[in-house]
């Protein structure tokens, strides 16, 4: 039981109530719980990794052939304040290190907020007339809306992973579908490395975590 009393010191009594609550207040088996967030965290991180990456390396290199490398400092394409922002800062930081601020240093530097944005309805008119090559589904096109939706609740995903926060209660099983989904639009041979190297599937129960009770965000 000392081993439960020091976890919950060092977790916080707030963030392991959580599990608690969830293990009917067994806290052996909440620990076990927090164990099993921490390593299907780990383990979704692959996914996470390989999504953002060839999400944005996609949208550069069609954006980049169509409006020239620097395309994101452009002021009619970049429609969103905070992106423009997004932008500044990442130049910033990049000279404030004594780097040159090339064109690919400065789209590895912007945030996944950035990309995902890309996808709301102010891109529209972009999406018809540049961004629809990103991707293609069994051949085919692909429009604004069959990113968006799962682009928002995959950036939900990834925040809370970076953040170390409880993910148990969400259906992890469709976000790796989604994850993978989504990347083999994007790059299928990427899809393929990670595809590889994912242990998602391993780590986490195929009938998902055993919950006591759902917990409120």
């Known amino acids: 039981m000392a081993r439960i009393d020091d976890m919950e010191t060092a977790l916080s009594l707030e963030r392991f109530g959580r599990y608690v609550a969830w293990a009917g207040g067994d806290r052996e088996r909440a620990l076990d719980l927090y164990t099993l967030n921490t390593r299907v965290s780990e383990a979704l991180y692959i996914a996470l990794q390989t999504l953002e990456v060839s999400l944005r390396n996609r949208i550069h290199t069609v954006m980049a052939a169509k409006h020239g490398e620097r395309w994101f400092q452009d002021a009619d394409l970049i429609k969103a304040p905070l992106q423009r922002a997004q ?47 990103i991707a293609v589904r069994e051949g085919k096109g692909l429009t604004r809306k069959d990113f968006s939706r799962p682009l928002t609740q995959i950036r ?62």
């Open 87 to 133: 932008v500044a800062e990442a130049i910033r930081d990049l000279e404030a290190e004594g780097k040159d601020t090339t064109a690919g240093r400065v789209v590895a530097a912007l945030s996944f907020s950035f990309w995902t944005a890309m996808f709301s309805p102010a891109y529209e008119d972009l999406w018809r007339s540049t961004l629809r090559f």
């Open 156 to 217: 939900l995903l990834r925040n809370r992973v970076a953040h170390h926060e409880p993910i148990l209660h969400w259906d992890l099983h469709r976000h790796h579908r989604l994850l993978r989904e989504l990347t083999l639009w994007l790059s299928p041979p990427a899809f393929a490395w990670s595809r590889a190297l994912d242990r998602f599937e391993a780590v986490y129960p195929a009938e998902g975590a055993l919950l006591a009770r759902d917990a409120q965000d």
